[in-house]
């Protein structure tokens, strides 16, 4: 029997690399959660990514200062830590360029499974205005992709 559902168990065994898109930010703690959790019930490989943006905005792109580098890698390694202590089998990679770019890229060349991105939660207008990491990533991934909405996003039950 074939599931109907995106994540139904048989479809979920699959996953056997996770790609984590985080820009660390209490935003993305829900995806690192998900991710997470996800990995070590489904025995997959994690893969903790982040993104130095350079070039927003139509500005030319250029690099990124080695120290600013270096302390991103620290950040992105704490997470991978608290990955590894909940029983993940996790790793890490710091990308630099645009975010949504970054993280397709980064997927098909690690061949993931599956990417988990956070949401920051901007209207319509704002994707419109400003861009959306997510959205460019559900759009151009060629892979399955979780968007977790942080909790403070989630709509509230009428009381």
Do not use: N
């Not at 995806?31 to 996800?38: F, G, H, K, S």
């Not at 489904?42 to 350079?54: F, G, I, N, Q, W």
């Not at 770019?101 to 205005?129: K, M, N, P, W, Y």
Request: aromatic fraction near 2%; proline fraction near 4%; hydrophobic fraction near 45%.
């Amino acid at each position: 029997m074939t599931p109907t559902t995106a994540l139904g168990h048989e479809t979920m065994a699959r996953f056997g690399k996770i790609l984590l898109a985080t820009d660390l930010t209490s935003a993305s703690s829900s995806a690192t959660e998900e991710a997470v959790e996800l990995a070590v019930r489904l025995d997959a490989r994690l893969l903790v990514m982040s993104v130095l943006e350079t070039g927003k905005g139509g500005m030319p792109r250029r690099g990124v200062r080695p120290e600013v580098r270096d302390a991103r890698s620290r950040e992105v390694q704490a997470v991978v830590g608290q990955a590894r202590a909940a029983g993940a089998d996790a790793s890490f990679l710091v990308w630099e360029g645009e975010a949504g770019e970054a993280i397709t890229a980064a997927a098909e060349a690690e061949q993931v499974d599956l990417i988990v991105v956070g949401s920051h939660g901007r209207s319509t207008v704002g994707r419109f205005l400003l861009g959306s990491v997510s959205d460019h990533v559900v759009h151009h991934a060629t892979c399955p992709v979780l968007v977790v909405r942080a909790p403070e996003e989630l709509p509230t039950p009428a009381s």
